[in-house]
């Protein structure tokens, strides 16, 4: 077993077929999914060291199952994660209403948790900009309300995608010391603890 | 009956005449009983308090060896440099005990089999009479699992010998923690979590501080500290009374067994079992899941766990021909759990989530599979219509059992060629099933076709007979067979004067 050893977590939040996992490739494998790749076994659990300064800090980047189906399991996935990238589709305004859901939910369970709005597939508005349906400047006024960066990435293009992950891993590192303590670790576990009590206590019929 | 009677009267008088051999074999005149080994229960039940008090020091000596010979290792290690010149150790050789211990590792060896043994054995009544008789069978089982822990605590030793200074201290507070928590048996499972992890972060910080051991040392040191102390401590702190986990494993497997109609398709799940390679990786993390169960230290059940996943993305992308995402991940993982229903899974999460090293838990790959899994625990847990696209009648139905999925779509009409489909896409064996049944009925039409002209070729053959003897009957009848002699002869009948018939001659010349 060779775990990588892994710094900060990352989820990856955003419903359904809004391009969580085709945003992940594109960082970490610099290629766009069209067709089909041999050597990657899943996309869905990444860790990628990266340079910040003198430091190298590896992200372990979750994806999450975007249907609705698995909604009420969310807080699961995101518990002691310190940055969520919370992603909508420019072209799907209801992606977007989704994307509140999440940092709503973000700003109630995690409250050391960044975010990180993150409009995806710009390249189609680039060609038609009659797709657009997220207006940048509503997107980019909700994440000023919610005290969260501002991106619009394109996976095929590679546009932004880099510079969405540099700037978590710089926030983090920049933010390291204050938490993530021996105590912060054992009082997460207590929440992990919690949540899992949330659902196992009510035995199924 | 009269007979029979007189069968019990004798069987009676046999009975009366062995009667001294019924008689405690202690000799205290009470009746013995062979599930006593002969003796009456008094005596037996001194007898085997006798047995397990001496089980019990044995045990005592041998955890007190064992420690001597930790201590020994300590001792010899450190005092390598002045004592390595003088072969005979001072206190006990080393060889000694150790093969003694060997010895006794067999027979604990052959001891377990004899008990697995009895499980097999055809009559469960004379397995349950032996075990009494021996009457020591479930302590010989502890004591096996005690030598897998000295095992891990030899491994531990040998371990921390490289470590010089910092390795006897980690040695020394490890077992102090231990004889601590051995104390604290009685406190909830959550104390007991606390415990531990204040243990370990304790210790970690301490290495860091005092040691500077780098941040990967410490990490290697600490997966060993989990080894040694969570192999000691298992028994008392797995599903543990204080808690209703048990309860709760119950439910659950009893959940998964009520829900054994959904299939792979109401889950959406991009697995094609049809293609053997998928549901050969299928099967392997079903049995890695299971396997989790059967593991004491959490990371070696979070490496089970680890492992199932990798097979499931192994099967997606084979199915997909792309990369599995979070979105095919996660159910392909609840289906698995469906189909495998792994034993004491409430138990093995909560003891995971208590008694984890929590670096792994929070950031690493195992700590994504194993979040994942806790999402299909609590994805089972609360699944409803919603969850699986039904309506709230049809899963009222399934859940009921009155209506099955996998049935209704086929049924009563599955030997027929047209609705094999449906069936065929849940599972490769239905499909090989429904295969074979096509044809057989297909062969069957075919013997049944056979069967007709051959029948119609008898009837031919019969009525072919019949209408040649008919035939034939109709010509003798139309031509009697009469034996008329002709004219001539009969005229001719006696005339004698006729020439004498010619006979030849010899011309000579």
């Not at chain 1, 919370?86 to 977007?96: E, K, M």
């Not at chain 1, 999440?102 to 409250?111: A, G, M, R, S, T």
């Not at chain 2, 000799?27 to 080994?37: L, M, P, S």
């Not at chain 2, 601590?180 to 301490?206: H, I, P, W």
């Amino acid at each position: 077993m060779t775990a990588m050893r892994v710094d900060v977590k990352v989820v990856m939040l955003g419903k359904e077929s809004v391009g969580k996992t085709s945003l992940v490739e594109r960082y970490v494998h610099h290629r766009f999914l069209v067709g089909p790749y041999q050597n990657t076994i899943g996309a869905a659990f990444v860790a990628k060291p990266i340079q910040v300064g003198e430091k190298v800090i590896t992200l372990g980047i979750w994806d999450t199952a975007g249907s609705e189906r698995y909604e009420a399991m969310s807080r699961i996935y995101y518990r002691g994660a310190r940055a969520a990238i919370v992603c909508y589709d420019l072209t799907d305004s209801s992606s977007f209403q989704r994307a509140r859901f999440w940092v709503k939910e973000l700003q109630n369970c995690e409250e050391h948790c960044k975010i990180y709005l993150c409009g995806t597939k710009n390249d189609l508005i680039q060609e038609d900009r009659s797709l657009r349906k997220i207006d940048y400047h509503d997107a980019q006024d909700f994440a000023e309300e919610i005290g969260a960066q501002h991106f619009e990435t394109s996976s095929k293009t590679g546009n932004n995608v880099d510079e969405l992950f540099q700037k978590v891993a710089e926030d983090y590192n920049s933010t390291a010391f204050q938490y993530m303590t021996g105590k912060t670790k054992l009082a997460w576990l207590r929440l992990l603890q919690a949540a899992c009590h949330i659902f196992t206590d009510s035995p199924g019929s | 009956m009269i007979r029979s009677h007189c069968i019990l009267r004798t069987e009676r008088r046999g009975i009366h005449v062995d009667q001294s051999d019924l008689l405690c074999k202690k000799g205290c005149g009470y009746y013995g009983n062979a599930a006593w080994q002969g003796l009456c229960s008094k005596c037996w039940r001194e007898e085997y308090q006798r047995v397990r008090q001496k089980q019990i020091q044995d045990d005592w000596a041998l955890a007190e060896k064992l420690q001597r010979e930790e201590e020994a290792a300590y001792a010899s290690s450190h005092g390598v440099q002045t004592q390595s010149t003088t072969p005979p150790q001072p206190g006990h050789t080393s060889l000694g005990p150790f093969s003694k211990f060997e010895e006794k590792k067999t027979n604990e060896k052959t001891r377990k089999v004899t008990t697995v043994k009895k499980f097999f054995s055809p009559s469960s009544r004379t397995a349950s009479k032996k075990e009494t008789q021996e009457g020591k069978t479930s302590p010989s089982i502890s004591r096996h699992a005690s030598f897998d822990t000295d095992q891990v605590s030899k491994d531990f030793v040998e371990f921390l010998k490289n470590l010089q200074k910092p390795g006897r201290e980690i040695h020394k507070q490890c077992r102090a923690f231990l004889v601590n928590m051995s104390s604290k048996k009685d406190l909830g499972a959550d104390e007991l979590s606390e415990c531990v992890q204040d243990f370990y972060q304790n210790l970690a910080d301490r290495q860091m501080t005092h040691f500077k051991g780098s941040s990967e040392s410490v990490e290697q040191v600490m997966d060993q500290v989990e080894k040694y102390i969570m192999t000691r401590l298992y028994k008392s702190v797995f599903c543990p009374e204080t808690t209703d986990d048990e309860r709760k494993d119950l439910a659950t497997q009893n959940r998964i067994r009520a829900l054994h109609w959904v299939t792979i398709q109401m889950l959406c799940v991009s697995m094609d079992e049809e293609i053997p390679e998928v549901s050969e990786n299928v099967v392997k993390a079903i049995t890695d899941i299971i396997e989790m169960d059967s593991k004491r230290v959490p990371r070696d059940k979070l490496a089970c766990i680890t492992r199932c996943s990798k097979h499931i993305f192994s099967a997606i992308r084979i199915t997909k021909n792309e990369p599995a995402s979070a979105d095919d991940f996660l159910p392909a993982l609840i289906y698995i759990v469906l189909k495998a229903n792994p034993p004491r899974l409430q138990s093995n999460i909560q003891y995971i989530t208590r008694f984890c090293n929590p670096s792994r838990l929070m950031t690493g790959e195992d700590g994504y599979y194993f979040t994942n899994l806790c999402c299909a625990a609590a994805f089972i847990e609360k699944l409803d219509a919603q969850s699986l696209n039904l309506s709230p009648e049809e899963f009222e139905r399934y859940m009921s059992g009155q209506a099955s999925p996998r049935c209704s779509s086929a049924e009563g009409e599955w030997p027929h060629t047209g609705q094999g489909a449906g069936v065929a896409a849940t599972n490769p064996v239905l499909a090989q099933l429904n295969h074979n049944l096509e044809q057989l009925s297909s062969i069957s039409s075919r013997q049944e076709k056979v069967m007709e002209a051959a029948q119609s070729l008898q009837a031919d053959l019969l009525s072919w007979t019949e209408s040649v003897q008919r035939e034939v009957n109709d010509i003798l009848e139309k031509y009697p067979l009469t034996c008329t002699v002709s004219a001539i002869d009969a005229n001719n009948i006696d005339n004698d004067n006729l020439p004498p018939p010619l006979t030849p001659q010899v011309f000579a010349g």
